[in-house]
């Protein structure tokens, strides 16, 4: 991806602060035309500057009601991607992150109750082969969650 100018972090601004935004209103912030603003969010879409454009379903209403962290660790480091594999086989498993510290990799992931917790814990997540300890954290509520600010230069 080329630099990116200022048009951009104004653009990218005001999709952080509202995706459904229309373009017409994002050029209309931006003193530009629609067009300049459809190439502008294709070209930092083709970049990867921009990640994804979905919703964000509520777990809850789905009811899973427990976001659990699980710290792995693994036999060897090595076997990270082999093990990333089988953690995409579980469908309550959303993200995955491979790691510094005390564990080789993070996971989060939702459960229904305990019960379905424990069952994906002893179950699925400790039985992969390469698995050798699991630490688990229950988060008990989500404070913050926002993307990285973007900073626009002053004209």
């Given at each position: 991806?080329e ?12 999709l952080?602060q509202n995706?459904?935004?229309a373009?017409k ?6 003193n530009v035309s ?10 930092l879409i ?9 919703f964000?379903v509520?777990p809850?209403?789905?009811?899973y009601?427990t976001?659990t ?8 480091g090595n076997?990270y991607?082999?093990?990333v594999?089988?953690l995409t086989?579980?469908p309550e ?7 510094t510290?005390p ?9 229904r109750d ?15 082969p ?14 913050i969650?926002r993307e990285?600010p ?6």
């Amino acid at each position: 991806m080329e630099k990116i100018d200022n048009l951009d972090k104004k653009i990218l601004k005001i999709l952080a602060q509202n995706a459904r935004i229309a373009f017409k209103d994002v050029a209309n912030e931006c003193n530009v035309s629609r067009a300049a603003i459809h190439q502008r969010v294709q070209h930092l879409i083709e970049g990867n500057v921009i990640m994804g454009s979905g919703f964000d379903v509520n777990p809850k209403s789905l009811g899973y009601s427990t976001c659990t962290y699980v710290g792995i660790t693994l036999e060897r480091g090595n076997m990270y991607k082999t093990v990333v594999e089988e953690l995409t086989k579980i469908p309550e498993v959303v993200e995955c992150h491979f790691t510094t510290g005390p564990y080789t990799m993070l996971v989060k992931l939702y459960a229904r109750d305990n019960e379905q917790l424990m069952e994906l814990l002893n179950g699925k997540l400790q039985s992969i082969p390469g698995v050798v300890a699991t630490e688990t954290l229950i988060s008990l509520e989500q404070s913050i969650k926002r993307e990285i600010p973007v900073h626009v230069d002053e004209e």
